[in-house]
């Protein structure tokens, strides 16, 4: 009868207690849905420069959730529901309102248009990433890489006109172009939804020898990024936009070699 009662009363004390630990991710990511929408309020503002900043807040909380979850082991299906609803709004909706307020309402009958496939494309990528996290039957190489262009990589290519303008605003007329914007969308939408291989950081090693080195960079880009911040983010946006031929030439290496194993 004491062992009951002791159960009873660990029971209750489970349903009314959570450990911090617990919530430590899903805070974070509440944090990047609110800079997601507060991206919304700006652009509705014509407020460019806050609107962008939001987006690349959400994309900061959204890399540290995933991380603290797993460093805590506080992983749950709530906090990955969360999260997909947090990555739709800040990097699938927030980025085709700003890029619609921008210069794409200017562009009659299709411009929403390509805001809306932008948007769609954002909410079937997340929910094929979903849909494969309970797949256990790929091969290991598969884990170092994204099937098409993750969620945050697509907000910033989708921005990326805007980013441009802001330190040279003479660019506009190119950049701002509802045309050459319109294109954009288009394409990083088919990315999302594309199976192309892009290179994920997540389970990148460095030698020891590049470590002074890469400490180095990051001290550069730090610089970079308190002193020249567009140029830098629109630097890094198009490194990666580089990358994705050079990650479909290394997906197709790693392959062979798998096979031949």
């Known amino acids: 009868m004491k062992n009951l009662n002791n159960k009873i009363l660990f029971s ?17 990511t509440m944090m990047a849905l609110c800079s997601g929408v507060t991206s919304i309020r700006y652009a509705v503002q014509d407020d ?18 995933g991380r603290v979850a797993r460093f805590l082991k506080a992983s749950s299906k709530f906090g ?9 709004v800040s990097f699938g909706v927030a980025p085709a309102i700003l890029m619609y307020q921008w210069t794409l309402y200017d562009l009659p009958k299709f411009g929403w248009f390509f805001c809306l496939l932008f948007a769609m494309g954002m909410a079937m990528r997340l929910a094929r990433f979903n849909t494969m996290l309970e797949d256990n039957n790929q091969p290991e190489y598969w884990s170092h890489y994204f099937v098409g262009v993750p969620a945050p990589a697509a907000a910033a290519l989708a921005i990326s006109p805007l980013l441009v303008t802001f330190d040279f605003p003479g660019a506009a007329v190119v ?10 969308m288009f394409i990083v939408a088919m990315l999302m939804v594309s199976r192309i291989p892009t290179i994920s950081l997540k389970k990148m090693k460095i030698q020891t020898y590049m470590t002074l080195p890469l400490m180095l960079l990051v001290a550069l880009f730090t610089h970079f990024m308190l002193s020249q911040p567009w140029i830098t983010l629109g630097t890094l946006t198009g490194l990666y936009a580089l990358s994705i031929p050079l990650g479909i030439i290394k997906f197709m ?3 062979r070699k798998y096979k031949k194993a």
């Open 80 to 88: 990955a529901e969360l999260d997909s609803l947090s990555d739709f």
């Open 48 to 65: 460019w420069i806050k609107a962008v900043i939001c987006i690349f807040l959400a994309a900061l909380f959204d890399g540290l959730d």
């Open 253 to 255: 290496h790693d392959k």
């Open 175 to 184: 950049f701002r172009s509802n045309i050459f914007c319109s294109i954009l």
């Open 12 to 28: 209750k004390q489970k349903l009314t207690e959570v450990p911090f630990r617990k919530l430590a991710p899903n805070i974070l």
